[in-house]
DNA sequence: GCTAATTCGATACGTTTGCATCGAGAATGG
DNA sequence: CCATTCTCGATGCAAACGTATCGAATTAGC
């Protein structure tokens, strides 16, 4: 069957393309003021109604282990950026909310970042490119398992 | 211009899918034996003609800092999985040469590594998909810059 | 309703990473 | 040919990460 390597090619291919568009991205991304793993946390937040999210769902939106991620927020919450707060639903959980602050910060950096995004990205591919590979991506994303 | 915005959705896309897929093929990676970062060298290396690469342009495959790229090697040297020799063009250099103990240990991770690859992404997307991506994504690295 | 199994987040601890910097060698420009 | 600049890889050090583990809370099975 040729499926099965078709997929580990694809997949180099989809990984490698990851990395370089990352290799710019993160030069150019303001590492002083926020990382790149708290930049997606923050923007995690951003898009949620009231900005809060459960700490569990959020660890499922990135790839760091939950005790690095719990530190994670520890710091941002340590700076202001979010708070922290018992889940009335779930006495176990926490509920981390984006500050005011937190926001300003996400949409300050934001606008830098697409920036960057949009030259490498953009600059490589045309518009209808760019709609196929979001429908294919958001396709193998949906098929958790 | 819609394609400033198309550009960071597909990015976004594309990000979403790899942090999704690699989630999955991360899980079912054997950590005990080998990192996901070691396997990347030891792959890059196996696919060079003499399974030789200067320090150098290993480090423009990766996402890795040049000083963690180098402790990363000298782990791996120490176990025995690579050797190290000054590049006698470049006096400043040094080739990392795969080792067939390091070779033998690439191909018995690669068969379980390809079969969570196969799984994920094989299950999500048909032929006529994966190639479509693969175009795609080629196209999206090649645009160094 | 009670016990066992699971989920959620935090902490201890060793490992890995990135930033800053260095010395050695190679390229550049006069 | 010499000085300046740049490239390559290594090391010091602090920050961040992952694995293992824990206590508290919830869920599942009897």
């Known amino acids: 069957m040729s499926t099965r390597v078709d997929a580990v090619t694809a997949w180099e291919s989809l990984f490698r393309a990851q990395v370089a568009v990352m290799r710019t991205i993160a030069a ?34 990135t790839l760091l282990a939950q005790p690095s991620l719990s530190r994670l927020i520890d710091r941002l919450a340590g700076r202001g950026y979010v708070e922290k707060a018992p889940d009335p639903k779930d006495a176990r959980g926490t509920l981390i909310r984006l500050t005011d602050e937190g926001f300003a910060l996400f949409r300050r950096v934001a606008v830098e970042h697409m920036a ?30």
Chains 1, 2 share one sequence.
């Open 28 to 61: 150019e991304f303001p590492t002083r003021d926020i990382s790149l793993n708290e930049y997606d946390v923050l923007f995690n937040l951003s898009r949620q109604p009231g900005r809060e999210l459960r700490q569990r769902d959020l660890n499922r939106q």
């Open 116 to 145: 960057s995004i949009t030259a490498r990205v953009g600059g490589a591919l045309d518009t209808d490119d760019l709609a196929q590979l979001a429908v294919l991506c958001d396709k193998l994303r949906a098929d958790e398992g």
